[in-house]
């Protein structure tokens, strides 16, 4: 038996040549897996954009969301940990598909090891100031019911994707990644001076990287499915990042 987990699909992507043989491949990956899966960790930004009004869920990833409650009928604990991409979920997945929501990074114990998973952008020392403010925007209810509210979901869908593509486009492709200083693994040993972690699993920043903290735990940052499709098992033998 095994736990997996994979981040940073961004299905519905307009960066991706093909949209529909992405879901497909996630599908074939979720049938792959199932045979010996303790659980799923689906580690944020599955979706590229993601909103939830009271009666309306996005067009489109019915093949992903069927077999998410199918497994979970099977009676596979899927959990659904929020990214900067899909948030904005209030209920639906939880409901219709079975999973199970964290909306923030978790220490999980996993086969007796304090494991930390979370998407990446909650980690602090990696945040500018402007993205600490345009999160804190994001989160606001306030914002949220007027958002639903007063604006379509068709013009919703078409801003949020709109969004993300001007998002990719300032992003560098490549994280420069500058080892035991980097922000990533100073933020990842505040939680553990506190938490005494083993592992530690992120996406958002779209690279393939583990690292073996001197003083702390494996991390390993899985890379998007958009150029560099990866997922992390994890067994009794250790922690693995391997591509797909």
């Given amino acids: 038996m095994a736990y997996y987990f994979v981040s940073d699909v961004h299905l519905g992507s307009k960066f991706m040549t093909s949209p529909k043989e992405v879901e497909t491949r996630l599908v074939e990956w979720f049938d792959m897996i199932a045979k010996d899966a303790e659980a799923i960790f689906l580690v944020g930004d599955i979706f590229d954009f993601w909103f939830e009004y009271k009666h309306v869920v996005p067009k489109g990833f019915v093949r992903v969301l069927s077999k998410i409650a199918q497994l979970t009928n099977q009676g596979i604990d899927i959990h659904f940990i929020t990214g900067n991409h899909d948030i904005w979920t209030f209920g639906y997945l939880e409901s219709e598909c079975g999973v199970k929501l964290h909306t923030k990074g978790e220490i999980f114990k996993l086969y007796n090891k304090n494991v930390y998973v979370g998407h990446g952008n909650e980690l602090r020392k990696c945040q500018t100031r402007s993205y600490r403010l345009m999160n804190s925007f994001f989160h606001c209810k306030v914002a949220q019911w007027l958002f639903s509210r007063l604006i379509h979901p068709d013009i919703a869908m078409w801003l949020g994707l709109k969004w993300s593509r001007h998002n990719r486009t300032k992003r560098?492709?490549?994280?420069?990644?500058?080892?035991?200083q980097d922000p990533i693994v100073q933020s990842i040993l505040d939680i553990h001076r506190t938490?005494?972690?083993?592992y530690c699993i992120l996406g958002h920043f779209h690279s393939m990287i583990t690292h073996q903290c001197q003083?702390?735990?494996k991390i390993a940052i899985?890379?998007?499915w958009i150029f560099n499709p990866s997922y992390c098992v994890l067994n009794e033998s250790g922690l693995q990042l391997l591509k797909l």
Avoid: A, I, T
């Fill in 172 to 180: 560098q492709p490549q994280l420069r990644f500058k080892g035991e």
């Fill in 195 to 198: 938490n005494n972690l083993d």
């Fill in 215 to 217: 003083s702390g735990p």
């Fill in 222 to 224: 899985m890379g998007d």
